[in-house]
């Protein structure tokens, strides 16, 4: 047994080789950085640091899970979002760097200093945990139609010791009878037959989270036609959708009687995010 084949450096290699995929060498860090408590950069600046056998091990077996296209998200039991460590796992959506762009886009909307603000199928929390974390005196309810996913929602909200009333409800359904200046989803938009559902960590997310009738759209119809009995008057609505569903989103918003409507970009430049305003 040589002992050179347990650095950090020969391991990474290894492992880098093994995953494959798009960001291979990015993953095996991440993953070795769970393991041994050491950060990414510490790897570059003494690769030849020993792991013990154990560790070694414990990073193997995870490589072996990543190489098999489990999601890294899922491996570490942690994604980070608006930079706010969130916890995951298999009852909902991974957090996406592009779902930062709809909080960006929250954020510079015009709104009074005590909002009321909903976040429409939360999943972990992110969204509406990003915006309670930017503005404390917001009053943030976020709801989710599936229970472990409420209860994901609110550990992180405990974890990360923001406010945050977090109800199972399926959208508008069991919501407490009130409006709200704001009203926030990153819903299910991916059209039932998309070949992306059989490719990468989509494979490991939930259905519910992504899929949404044949052409993606079911949820945010729901939700746009019934946002004006929950907003405002001067309330908005702010959704996440597919990069070639903007055409489609504002014609549903406009046809709720939203103005204003306006499609923003990711950070790819591709259609993300639409928002509009109820008039009241
Ligand atoms: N953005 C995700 C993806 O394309 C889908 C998220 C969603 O359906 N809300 O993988």
């Known amino acids: 047994m040589s002992e050179p084949s347990l650095t950090c450096d020969a391991l990474l290699r290894r492992a880098t080789v093994a995953i494959a995929g798009d960001s291979p060498r990015l993953d095996a860090e991440l993953l070795l950085s769970h393991v041994t408590g050491l950060s990414r950069t510490s790897f570059r600046a003494w690769p030849d640091r020993l792991l013990t056998a154990s560790e070694a091990r414990c990073f193997e077996a995870l490589v072996g899970q990543r190489a098999s296209g489990h999601p890294v998200a899922h491996l570490l039991g942690e994604q980070e979002f608006w930079s706010l460590p969130l916890k995951v796992n298999a009852a909902t959506l991974i957090p996406r760097p592009d779902t930062e762009c709809l909080v960006e886009a929250a954020l510079g909307l015009d709104l009074p200093a005590d909002a009321c603000v909903v976040d429409l199928g939360t999943g972990t929390g992110a969204i509406a945990l990003a ?57 299910p938009y991916i059209a039932c ?25 079911d949820d945010i119809r729901v939700i746009a036609a019934a946002s004006p009995q929950w907003l405002n008057p001067g309330g908005w609505l702010v959704v996440e959708h597919g990069y070639d569903q903007g055409v489609g989103v504002r014609e549903l918003f406009r046809a709720a009687g939203l103005v204003a409507v306006e499609t923003r970009r990711d950070y790819g430049d591709r259609d993300r995010l639409t928002l509009g305003r109820w008039p009241g």
């Open 193 to 217: 037959d998309d070949h992306h559902l059989s490719e990468g960590d989509v494979r490991f997310e939930p259905a519910s989270a992504l899929v949404a009738g044949e052409d993606g759209l």
């Open 131 to 187: 915006l309670a974390s930017e503005k404390p005196q917001w009053q943030v309810f976020a709801c989710d139609a599936v229970p472990s996913a409420v209860e994901l929602a609110a550990e992180n909200a405990r974890r990360l010791d923001l406010p945050l009333t977090v109800m199972v409800s399926h959208w508008f359904d069991s919501l407490p009878s009130r409006r709200f200046d704001l009203i926030v989803s990153n819903p």
